[in-house]
């Protein structure tokens, strides 16, 4: 019998519509996701603390680091005027919260890795990704700040990709009171 996967769990923060809520959220060393009831979705809450209890009722073990936020706000008004320019960290941001909520949520989504479009999607994140300051530290000292130029097929992808991920996010989700 295989090893089963070690998971460390975890609150996730997340601004939308201008309103913080946080969920939970889990990493191993094959994959990361958000968590998800029997039925699927997503519960959120309000606060941290009514997700730790939450968590805790489920008995599921947090480990102690509190969530950073991820803004989606900025996201959402991008993909209402994608001629706009594109911030790369908050789209990659973006763009890896709907992985993990498309991995919970057992849903098929454009922005995951897989065989299809393969290059063409890791071409488009490798530009997001090195877009960033994080992407910027993997540089040789003294390279200059990367600035992508966007083609219009890329920009159509981005925001596919995103309005795909908001959309399987925002059907999985359930306030808990």
């Given at each position: 019998m295989a090893e089963q996967e070690k998971k460390k769990f975890y609150v996730a923060w997340y601004?939308?519509?201008?309103?913080?809520?946080?969920?939970?959220?889990?990493?191993s060393d094959v994959t990361d996701a958000a968590w998800t009831a029997n039925d699927g979705r997503i519960p959120v809450f309000e606060t941290e603390s009514n997700a730790r209890i939450f968590a805790q009722q489920q008995e599921i073990s947090l480990e102690e680091e509190g969530p950073a936020p991820q803004n989606l706000d900025v996201t959402k008004?991008?993909?209402?005027?994608?001629?706009?320019?594109?911030?790369?960290e908050a789209c990659l941001v973006a763009w890896n919260f709907f992985v993990d909520a498309a991995e919970g949520t057992g849903r098929r989504f454009a922005g995951q890795r897989?065989?299809?479009?393969?290059?063409?999607?890791?071409?488009?994140?490798?530009?997001?990704?090195?877009?960033?300051?994080?992407?910027?530290?993997?540089?040789p000292p003294g390279t200059s700040a990367y600035h992508p130029t966007w083609n219009k097929d890329e920009r159509k992808f981005i925001a596919k990709v995103l309005t795909q991920g908001m959309n399987i996010f925002c059907h999985h989700v359930y306030q808990v009171t």
């Open positions: 601004r939308l519509d201008g309103q913080d809520r946080y969920f939970l959220w889990w990493t008004r991008w993909l209402k005027d994608t001629r706009k320019p594109i911030d790369c897989g065989s299809k479009r393969k290059a063409w999607r890791g071409r488009i994140y490798d530009k997001l990704f090195f877009g960033t300051s994080t992407g910027m530290l993997l540089a």
